[in-house]
C-alpha cells in the first residue's frame, strides 16, 4: 500500500471514529466532567476578586491550578477543544443523516412482512365483502396522516417521518446557538456606570466607570442615546425576621435615543432593564451621596455638592470623602454617611436600616495639602492623609453645620441624593442564540414526542372461499399507544372489509 | 404587602398532614409490596416486546423474525391484603399531594406572590411535583407497586424542608419578581419531580436486572429476589424510565433557557457560568449523554441506567450543595 493510500485509510478511520455514536456520548461525558471545577473554584469572569485571594491563600497549589485555567475553565483551551470536538463530530454526524433521511423521506413504506401475525399489534378478522377495500383503506389510513402504499392485496403504510427531521432540526440549531453566543460575544460590549440623581450619561467609552469591548467591537458602533438618572427609589422590609430586606427598588430616567431627539421617561426595575437602540441598561445597585458645602475661613463656599459614598454593608452603612482643593488650606473630610444611624462601642457608627429613617453623617475634617498635585492619580473615594492635619470630629443631621476650630470655616451637611449604578450591555447574538434555542426545543420535541411507526393491511383468500383480513403494526421507536393506534387503524378498515360475525 | 400569617400558619398545618398521610401510605405500600402481585396489562406487554425488539432492530431496517408476543409473562392479579394496602396507600398519596397543593396555595396568599422564592418553598412544590407526577401516571395504569419509592423520598423532603430549610413567609427580594423565573422554576420544579420518578425506576431496573441475569445465568435469585418478584421485568422498568426522561428532556430544555431568558432581564447576560448555572448545563448534558446511550450499541440497559441516575444526582448536587454552600448569584436559599 503506498503512503498516500495509507494516509487516506487513517484519515477515513479518524473521522468515522470521530462521527460515531460512541465518540459522540464519550465527548457529551468528558463537557459534563469538564464543566464541574468550574463551579467550585472562583471564576475570573464572574469573580476576579475572589480568584485574587484563593490565589493569596494558596501559594503552593493555587498558581499550579491557574497553569491549567482552572479559574477561567469556560475559556480556557482544553474546555473549548472539547466542544469544539463535539460540534465537528456533530456536523460529520447530522450531515450524512440529513442525506440518508432526505432519501428516506421521497421513499414509499416497505411491503408487508410474511407473517403479520408476529408483529407486536395485530389484529384479524373474516370478511365477506372486500371490493373496494384497498383503496378505501388507503385513502382511509392516508387522511389520518399516514403515507400509504397499495399492492394487489395490501397496504403499507409509515409515519412519523417528522421524528427525524426534529432530530436533526435539533443537532443544527445546536451549532446555531454556540455560533450566536460566539459572534455576540466578539462584537458586543459591557460596562457598568455610577450615576447620581440629577446627572447623566452618554454612551460614549469615556463616560464608562468600566468597559469591556469584544474582541471584534468598533467604537463607530457606539449608538449615540444618553438618559439623565432624576429619580431613584427603594423599599424596604420593616420588621421580621428579613428586616431590611430589599423589596422594590427602579430608578425613573429620561432617555434620549440620539442627542438631538426628545426626551422620553422611562422607569428602569430590576428584571425590567431599558433597551436602547440594541442595547440593554441594567440597575445594578444604588447608593447615598450625601450633599455639602464647604466654606473657608473668609466664610466663602469652596466647595458644594453631593459625594458618591460606596455602601458597606446591607444597611448602607457607606463611607466617602470631600476633597476642597481650592481653599488655602485644602479642606478634606472623611465620613461616613448612615441612613438610620446609631453608634455602640463595638461597631462604632453604623447604620441599622438602609432606607433614610435617622440619616446622619459622622465625619472627620482635615486640612492642608490634598496631595492632588503630586501628579500620582488619587481615588476618589479615599483621602490621603499623609500631609494633612485633623481638626476636628463631628456628627451632623440634614441641615446642621459643623464650624471649624480656630475659625477655619465651617462643613453644612446639606442632605442627600441617591445613586444608581448601571449595567449596560450591547449583544448582538442575543436574539439568535434565543431564535436556535427556540428551534432547538421544537426539534427536540418531535424528535422525542413523535411516534415513528409501520402497519400493514393484508387481504388473503384462502381455497375454502373464505377472506382474511389482517391489520398489524409495529413501533420503530419507544413511544406508547401502539396498540390502541392499530386497533385504530383496523376499526377504519372494517369498514371497508366488514367482519362477518357469528351467525350471520 | 402585609404577610398574612394565619395563611401562613395554615400552610405548615398543611404541610404536617401531608407528613402524615404520606407515613400511612408508606406502611399501606410496605404491605402490598410484601404481600401483592401485580398484572401487565395487553398493552404493556406489546409495548415491551417492542422495546426488547428494539435493540436488535438499531439501525437496520426492521428484522422482523423474532418469538411472538404471547409468551410475555403476565403474572396473576393481586388479590385481597396486599391489593387492599396497595389501594390504600394509593388513596393516601393522594391525600398527600391534595395536602401539599394546598400548603403552596396557602402560602402564595399569605406573601400575595408565587411561592417559590426560597429553597423551603421550593422543597415543598418539589414534593408536590413528585406526588402530583406520581398520582397522574398512576391514573393509566398499575403503578402501586412503585408507591413505596415515591413516599419515601417526599416524605424526607417535606420533612427536610420542614426541618433545616424552614423559611417565613415573606415577600419576594425584587430579582426573584419575574414573571420569567416563575416560568421557569415551575418548568424546573415538573422536571425534578419526573426526573426523581425517572431515577426511582432506573434503580428499580438495576435491582430486575440483577435479579434477571442471576436466574439466566442458572444462580440464585440473590437477596433482591423477594423485591424484583414485586416488580415487572426489567425491560419495562427500562422502557418506563426511557419515556419519563424522554418526556421531560424537552421541558428541561425549556426551563433551562427560561431561566437563561430571566437572568438576561435580571443581570445583563443570558449565560454567566455561575455555579447553579453550571450544574444546570452538567445536568442538560449529563441527560443528553442518557438518550444517546440508549441509542448506542453496547450502552443500553445497564450503563444507560447509571447515566440516568448520575442526572438525578447532578440535579440534587445542584439543589442542596451549590444552593447552599457555593455562593453565586443565585443566593434565594433564604437561609443564612
Ligand atoms: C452538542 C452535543 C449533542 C447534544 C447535546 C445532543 C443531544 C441529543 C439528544 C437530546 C438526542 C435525543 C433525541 C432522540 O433520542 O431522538 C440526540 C439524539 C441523537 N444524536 Fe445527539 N447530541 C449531540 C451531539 C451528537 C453527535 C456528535 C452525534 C453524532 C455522533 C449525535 C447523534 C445523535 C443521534 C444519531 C441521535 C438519535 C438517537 C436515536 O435514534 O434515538 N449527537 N442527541
Request: aromatic share 12%.
Amino acid at each position: 500500500m503506498s503512503v498516500m493510500k495509507q494516509i487516506v485509510a487513517y484519515a477515513r478511520w479518524m473521522w468515522r471514529s470521530l462521527t460515531s455514536m460512541r465518540t459522540a456520548l464519550f465527548l457529551l461525558f468528558l463537557l459534563a466532567i469538564a464543566s464541574v471545577p468550574g463551579s467550585l473554584f472562583p471564576q475570573r469572569g464572574t469573580s476576579p476578586l475572589k480568584v485574587t485571594q484563593y490565589l493569596r491563600d494558596h501559594p503552593k497549589s493555587g498558581p499550579l491550578l491557574d497553569r491549567f485555567h482552572m479559574f477561567d475553565v469556560f475559556a480556557s483551551p482544553w474546555f473549548a477543544a472539547i466542544y469544539i470536538l463535539l460540534f465537528i463530530s456533530l456536523t460529520g454526524c447530522v450531515l450524512p443523516r440529513t442525506l440518508i433521511h432526505w432519501k428516506e423521506l421521497r421513499s414509499q413504506p416497505p411491503v408487508a412482512p410474511r407473517n403479520l401475525g408476529r408483529l407486536p399489534a395485530h389484529e384479524s378478522w373474516t370478511s365477506n365483502n372486500v371490493d373496494g377495500a384497498i383503496d378505501g383503506v388507503a385513502k382511509a389510513w392516508s387522511q389520518r396522516g399516514w403515507r400509504v402504499r397499495t399492492g394487489e392485496s395490501w397496504v403499507a403504510a409509515e409515519r412519523g417521518y417528522a421524528r427525524e427531521t426534529g432530530n436533526l432540526l435539533f443537532h443544527l440549531a445546536l451549532l446555531l446557538v454556540l455560533l450566536a453566543i460566539g459572534s455576540g460575544s466578539a462584537l458586543g460590549t459591557k460596562g457598568t456606570v455610577l450615576v447620581r440623581e440629577g446627572s447623566g450619561f452618554a454612551n460614549n467609552i469615556t463616560q464608562y466607570d468600566t468597559f469591556t469591548p469584544g474582541r471584534a467591537f468598533n467604537t463607530s458602533t457606539m449608538a449615540p442615546f444618553s438618559f439623565q438618572l432624576k429619580k431613584f427609589f427603594a423599599t424596604y422590609q420593616l420588621g421580621g425576621m428579613q428586616n431590611g430586606a430589599p423589596r422594590e427598588f427602579y430608578a425613573d430616567v429620561a432617555v434620549k435615543n440620539a442627542p438631538a431627539s426628545e426626551a422620553r421617561n422611562v422607569r428602569i426595575e430590576v428584571n425590567k432593564p431599558l433597551r436602547i437602540e440594541g442595547s440593554s441598561v441594567y440597575l445594578v445597585g444604588h447608593g447615598y451621596a450625601p450633599e455639602f458645602t464647604v466654606k473657608n475661613a473668609l466664610g466663602q463656599v469652596v466647595w458644594k455638592d453631593s459625594a458618591i459614598f460606596l455602601p458597606q454593608d446591607g444597611n448602607f452603612t457607606s463611607t466617602g470623602v470631600v476633597k476642597a482643593p481650592d481653599s488655602v488650606p485644602q479642606i478634606g473630610i472623611q465620613a461616613f454617611f448612615l441612613p438610620t444611624a446609631a453608634v455602640d462601642m463595638t461597631q462604632g457608627p453604623h447604620s441599622t436600616y438602609p432606607a433614610p429613617m435617622d440619616p446622619m453623617v459622622f465625619m472627620s475634617v482635615w486640612t492642608g495639602d490634598l496631595g492632588l498635585d503630586s501628579g500620582t492619580p488619587q481615588s476618589v473615594y479615599r483621602l490621603d492623609t499623609t500631609r494633612m492635619t485633623k481638626v476636628g470630629l463631628e456628627k451632623l443631621k440634614p441641615g446642621e453645620t459643623y464650624q471649624l476650630p480656630k475659625g477655619q470655616g465651617s462643613v453644612t451637611f446639606d442632605g442627600y441624593k441617591e445613586w444608581a449604578s448601571f449595567s449596560i450591555t450591547h449583544d448582538p447574538g442575543k436574539g439568535w442564540a434565543l431564535g436556535a434555542g427556540m428551534f432547538a426545543i421544537v426539534g427536540l420535541s418531535l424528535s422525542l414526542l413523535v411516534p415513528r411507526r409501520r402497519a400493514w393491511l393484508r387481504i388473503t383468500t384462502s381455497t375454502n372461499g373464505a377472506t382474511l383480513v389482517e391489520v398489524a403494526g409495529l413501533s420503530k421507536t419507544e413511544t406508547p399507544g401502539l396498540v390502541t393506534e392499530i386497533s385504530e387503524l383496523a376499526r377504519t378498515a372494517r369498514t371497508y372489509a366488514p367482519e362477518v360475525l357469528h351467525g350471520d | 404587602m402585609a404577610i398574612n400569617e394565619s395563611l401562613a400558619q395554615a400552610s405548615n398545618i398543611m404541610v404536617y398532614g401531608a407528613m402524615t398521610t404520606l407515613t400511612g401510605a408508606m406502611g399501606a405500600f410496605a404491605i402490598s409490596l410484601a404481600k401483592g402481585r401485580r398484572i401487565e396489562t395487553l398493552e404493556e406487554s406489546a409495548e415491551r416486546a417492542t422495546s426488547a425488539s428494539h435493540q436488535v432492530r438499531m439501525g437496520s431496517t426492521a428484522t422482523l423474525d423474532r418469538p411472538a408476543v404471547s409468551t410475555a409473562i403476565v403474572t396473576e392479579d393481586g388479590r385481597g391484603e396486599g391489593r387492599r394496602a396497595g389501594n390504600i396507600g394509593m388513596s393516601l398519596t393522594w391525600l398527600s399531594a391534595i395536602f401539599t397543593g394546598a400548603a403552596i396555595i396557602f402560602r402564595g396568599l399569605s406573601a400575595h406572590r408565587l411561592p417559590w422564592g426560597n429553597m423551603y418553598e421550593f422543597s415543598i412544590a418539589a414534593g408536590f411535583g413528585v406526588l402530583i407526577a406520581y398520582c397522574v401516571m398512576s391514573l393509566k395504569r398499575d403503578l402501586r407497586w412503585l408507591g413505596m419509592f415515591i413516599v419515601m423520598p417526599v416524605l424526607l423532603d417535606l420533612g427536610l424542608a420542614i426541618t433545616v430549610l424552614y423559611t417565613e413567609s415573606a415577600q419576594l427580594v425584587p430579582a426573584l419578581n419575574s414573571y420569567w423565573l416563575a416560568i421557569h422554576v415551575t418548568a424546573a420544579m415538573v422536571c425534578l419531580g419526573s426526573f426523581a420518578i425517572g431515577a426511582a425506576l432506573s434503580v428499580l431496573y438495576l435491582v430486575a436486572e440483577r435479579v434477571e441475569s442471576n436466574i439466566a445465568n442458572g444462580e440464585a435469585p440473590g437477596r433482591l429476589g423477594p423485591l424484583a418478584q414485586r416488580l415487572p421485568s426489567s425491560d419495562r422498568l427500562d422502557l418506563m424510565a426511557y419515556r419519563i426522561h424522554a418526556f421531560m428532556f424537552p421541558l428541561w430544555t425549556f426551563a433551562v433557557i427560561a431561566g437563561s431568558i430571566w437572568a438576561e432581564a435580571a443581570w445583563g447576560r443570558y449565560w454567566g457560568w455561575d455555579p447553579k448555572e453550571t450544574w444546570a448545563f452538567i445536568t442538560w448534558v449529563i441527560y443528553a449523554a442518557y438518550l444517546h446511550a440508549r441509542a448506542t450499541v453496547g450502552w443500553r440497559g445497564r450503563k444507560a441506567a447509571f447515566v440516568a441516575i448520575a442526572g438525578f444526582a447532578a440535579i440534587m448536587f445542584n439543589y442542596f450543595i451549590v444552593n447552599m454552600f457555593v455562593s453565586g448569584l443565585h443566593s434565594y436559599s433564604g437561609l443564612n
